[in-house]
Structures are given as C-alpha cells and as structure tokens.
Nanobody
Framework: QVHLVESGGGLVQAGGSLRLSCAAS????????MGWYRQFPGKQRELVAV???????NYADSVKGRFTISADNAKNTVYLEMNSLKPEDTAVYYC?????????????WGQGTQVTVSS
C-alpha cells in the first residue's frame, strides 16, 4: 500500500505563486510515475503534470511555462511549483502515484489540497 500526503495549497492572488508537495510512503518499489491532477467543481479530474521515474515530464497545455514538476527520489516526494497563477487555476489538486508491478498497474491518490486564486 502507498500513502500520499499533500501540502502547500492555499489562497493566493492572481499572478502569485504556490508550491505543492506530496510525500509518499509505504510500498515504494516499482514506481513508474508521480504527478498532479486537479478537479474543478462538477468536472472530472484532469492531468496537470506528471514526472516519470526516469525524469521525463509532461504538462497540460494550460499550465506549460507556468508550472514546474520535480521530484526528490531520495525523499519519495514530488513537487509542483506554480507561478503566474490565474483564477482559472482554482481547483482541488491531487497527488498521484503509479506503480507497475508484475504486469499490473497500481494507482494511488492523495486526499487533495485546495488551491484558490483570487482575481
């Protein structure tokens, strides 16, 4: 089992910055990727950014150039640096971890952290 604990959400003015952190614990073997998703009210969860175990990254078009994902493998922690925040970035942000083990894919989610950007 894997446990994900997020921190760093909050309220910020438009144009400001926030840094989200997600610390993973538990079964840390065979991690394929970690990342961040977000969910707007009444909408499905959508990808924000993901980083693979090899360090490659992928971003949603809406955050490219503003958000940066990074990972500290020694600490099993993934970060999301969010700059130039916009009111439309307001959402609940969820940490995500994927493991590939014996032909199966295992996905884990954090509890979510609210990010609110005021105009």
């Amino acid at each position: 089992q894997v446990h994900l604990v997020e921190s760093g959400g909050g309220l910020v003015q438009a144009g400001g910055s926030l840094r989200l952190s997600c610390a993973a614990s538990g079964s840390m073997s065979s991690i394929n990727a970690m990342g961040w998703y977000r969910q707007f009210p009444g909408k499905q969860r959508e990808l924000v950014a993901v980083i693979s175990s090899g360090g490659s990254t992928n971003y949603a078009d809406s955050v490219k150039g503003r958000f940066t994902i990074s990972a500290d493998n020694a600490k099993n922690t993934v970060y999301l640096e969010m700059n130039s925040l916009k009111p439309e970035d307001t959402a609940v942000y969820y940490c995500y971890l994927q493991r590939l083990f014996r032909g199966f894919t295992y996905e884990y989610w954090g509890q979510g952290t609210q990010v609110t950007v005021s105009s």
